[in-house]
Antibody, heavy 122, light 112 residues
Framework: QVHLVQSGAEVKKPGASVKVSCRSS????????IHWVRQAPGQRLEWMGS????????KYSQKLQGRVTITSDTSASTAYMELSSLRSEDTAVYYC???????????????WGQGTLVTVSS | NFMLIQPHSVSESPGKTVTISCTGS????????VQWYQQRPGRAPTTVIF?????PSGVPDRFSGSIDRSSNSASLTISGLKTEDEADYYC???????????FGGGTKLTVL
C-alpha cells in the first residue's frame, strides 16, 4: 500500500526558509514523480512544482520559481521541498503527492501525504 | 495565464444527481487531461477521476467524468448523492504554455 508521510508542523519567521520532507513507502520510488501542492487557509489548492524521481527532472510554478527547491534522497525514498524568503502569505498546509505519468508532459496524482502546516509569523 | 473556472458552490438532495463544471479560460480543455479531487474538511485531497473519465480503484461508479469540447469544459457528475459526498471538489489540468499544473478554484458541494 502506498504511503506518503510528511514531516511535522513548522513555525517560521518572515524571511526564513522551511524544508518539508515526504517519505514514501509501498512502491518503487524512482518509478514515479512527487508533486508539491499547498493550500492557504480557506483557499484553493495551488501547484508548486514536481520532481521526476526517475530522471531527476524538476518543474516549478512560475509564481514560486526562485524561492522553491525540490530535492530527494533516493536511497531513503524521501523527497524534500524547501521554500525560502518566507512571507505571511506562505502560511498554508503543504502536501506532497505521488504523480503517475499520463503523457510525457503531464502526470496525474493518485496518492497524497497527510499535509504539513507551515505558519509564517513574526 | 491558463485558468480553470468552477462554480463556487452547488447543492442537491440525497439520492439526486449533481454535475460540477470546470471551464478552461483559453485554448482547448481537451488538449490535456483533467483530474478531479475530493477534499473533505480538514483532510488531504483524494483523487476521484483521472485522465478525464477514469476512476481510481475504490472510487464508486456513482462518480463519472466527461469533456465537452463545445463548451470547453470538463464535468464531474455524482449520481445517487450521499451525505458523505459533501466536500470541496477541485478540477486540475496542465497549462501547456507555461508548463505547469493548474487547479480550479474548487466547488463546495452541499448535500441536504
Amino acid at each position: 500500500q502506498v504511503h506518503l508521510v510528511q514531516s511535522g508542523a513548522e513555525v517560521k519567521k518572515p524571511g526564513a526558509s522551511v524544508k518539508v520532507s515526504c517519505r514514501s513507502s509501498g512502491y518503487t520510488f524512482t518509478n514515479y514523480a512527487i508533486h508539491w501542492v499547498r493550500q492557504a487557509p480557506g483557499q484553493r489548492l495551488e501547484w508548486m512544482g514536481s520532481f521526476n524521481a526517475g530522471n531527476g527532472h524538476t518543474k516549478y510554478s512560475q509564481k514560486l520559481q526562485g524561492r522553491v527547491t525540490i530535492t530527494s534522497d533516493t536511497s531513503a525514498s524521501t523527497a524534500y521541498m524547501e521554500l525560502s524568503s518566507l512571507r505571511s502569505e506562505d502560511t498554508a498546509v503543504y502536501y506532497c503527492a505521488r504523480g503517475i505519468a499520463a503523457t510525457p508532459l503531464q502526470d496525474w496524482i493518485d496518492s497524497w501525504g497527510q499535509g504539513t502546516l507551515v505558519t509564517v509569523s513574526s | 495565464n491558463f485558468m480553470l473556472i468552477q462554480p463556487h458552490s452547488v447543492s442537491e438532495s440525497p439520492g439526486k444527481t449533481v454535475t460540477i463544471s470546470c471551464t478552461g479560460s483559453s485554448g482547448s480543455i481537451a488538449s490535456n487531461y483533467v483530474q478531479w479531487y475530493q477534499q473533505r474538511p480538514g483532510r488531504a485531497p483524494t483523487t476521484v477521476i483521472f485522465q478525464d473519465d477514469q476512476r481510481p480503484s475504490g472510487v464508486p461508479d456513482r462518480f463519472s467524468g466527461s469533456i465537452d469540447r463545445s463548451s470547453n469544459s470538463a464535468s464531474l457528475t455524482i449520481s445517487g448523492l450521499k451525505t458523505e459526498d459533501e466536500a470541496d471538489y477541485y478540477c486540475q489540468s496542465y497549462d501547456g504554455i507555461n508548463h505547469e499544473d493548474v487547479f480550479g478554484g474548487g466547488t463546495k458541494l452541499t448535500v441536504l
